[in-house]
């Protein structure tokens, strides 16, 4: 009996969704010096081309949609002239909620890469799953835990530093 082997990132392939994660942890750090949840967002388009890189903005913009994710799609969209982003891919520090989930449903994105889950509003595996729902018009691929510890240590620091001052 024959079994097949689940896929395994390739060593380059591997090092490419580092190096992309690690520009969305640097951009997170910014957020998080400027008082908002340090969560960074970049788009790769074809070719490798940076599209996006964006950080949360919620606090500075007084905004609640101003999240690294919904940012980086607006970015992505008018670099490329559509809104439909089926060959890019977005590297996002936390796992996105559910307003950023369905945004990135529904601009068709080809890869979601994420670097922490969120167990009180992750929106792709952790609470809930949106992509797999009845309600999704798109199947998106999704590869979770690239930087994880660094992802999460950076969020859960920020957040020690604000329960104590």
């Known amino acids: 009996m024959m079994f097949e082997s689940s896929p395994v990132l390739e060593d380059a392939t591997y090092l490419a969704h580092c190096h992309w994660m690690q520009q969305a942890l640097a951009l997170a750090a910014t957020a998080g010096t400027a008082g908002d949840i340090p969560v960074g967002a970049v ?13 949360n903005h919620r606090q500075r913009a007084a905004d609640p949609t101003a999240h690294a994710e919904i940012l980086a799609l607006r970015q992505a969209g008018q670099a490329l002239g559509t809104w439909h982003l089926e060959q ?21 994105l080809g890869l979601l890469v994420y670097g922490v889950g969120d167990p009180k ?13 009845a309600c999704s018009n798109h199947r998106l691929p999704v590869l979770a ?21």
């Open 88 to 108: 890019c891919v977005l590297y996002v520090t936390l796992e996105p909620c559910p307003m950023c989930a369905g945004a990135i449903i529904l601009s068709r």
């Open 145 to 165: 835990g690239i930087l994880a510890e660094p992802c999460q240590r950076q969020l859960s620091h920020w957040f020690r530093q604000r329960r104590q001052a």
């Open 121 to 133: 509003a992750g929106a792709i595996r952790s609470v809930v799953n949106l992509p797999d729902s």
């Open 43 to 55: 788009i790769v388009g074809p070719g490798d081309t940076c599209l996006a890189a964006t950080a």
